[in-house]
């Protein structure tokens, strides 16, 4: 039989001739070191249960530990690796930008350039055609002395013509689109 403090204290043994009756305090003893040996193995069982908890504990803080440096460096690597996107995305957004400032540029340079060889083919056309409509308004059609077709340049005719020049790829005057090109 197990024992508590408080029973042992309250325990009445029997009394003999010479103080308590021996049979009863050798029960009692026996009861109490059966007691003890059972608390004893209980504590000593508990002991190595916490030991077994303590080493679980520290496994775990160990795993938490790594956890928690491994989430950090992930964040860390996150975060670099949008920083590093974000600056690339920036920088191809600059280049693009000033890939079309020069495009654009080169389109109105050749715009332009394209317009004032218009202004220029226009105007010797117009020449060409003031000459014609002379030729036409003179009342007596020039002789035809050496056998030259009508309408063919005289051989003694001196004036001169710019040698027209290879238009560009537009005649028109109405500008290009410059994604077009």
Do not use: C
Not at 24 to 46: H, I, K, M, N, Y
Not at 70 to 76: M, V
Not at 159 to 169: D, I, M, W
């Amino acid at each position: 039989m197990a024992y508590t403090p408080v029973e042992l204290r309250h325990v009445n043994l029997k009394k003999g001739f010479l103080g308590y009756g021996r049979g009863g305090v050798d029960q009692l003893l026996e009861d109490v070191a059966t007691s003890f040996e059972d608390v004893w193995r209980d504590r000593a069982d508990l002991a190595d249960r916490v030991e077994q908890l303590e080493t679980e504990l520290a496994h775990h803080r160990e795993r938490e530990a790594l956890l928690s440096n491994t989430l950090i460096a992930a964040e860390r690597a996150a975060s670099e690796a949008k920083d590093d996107a974000q600056r690339k995305a920036e920088q191809l957004v600059a280049e693009a930008h000033a890939e079309a400032r020069s495009i654009t540029r080169t389109a109105i340079s050749e715009r332009e350039r394209l317009l004032a060889e218009v202004r220029r083919i226009r105007s010797l056309l117009r020449a060409a055609l003031d000459v014609v409509a002379e030729g036409e308004r003179s009342e007596e059609p020039p002789a035809n002395p050496e056998g030259q077709q009508e309408g063919w340049p005289r051989t003694d005719d001196t004036r001169e013509f710019e040698a027209p020049q290879r238009p560009s790829l537009y005649l028109s005057s109405e500008p290009k689109d410059a994604h077009s090109a």
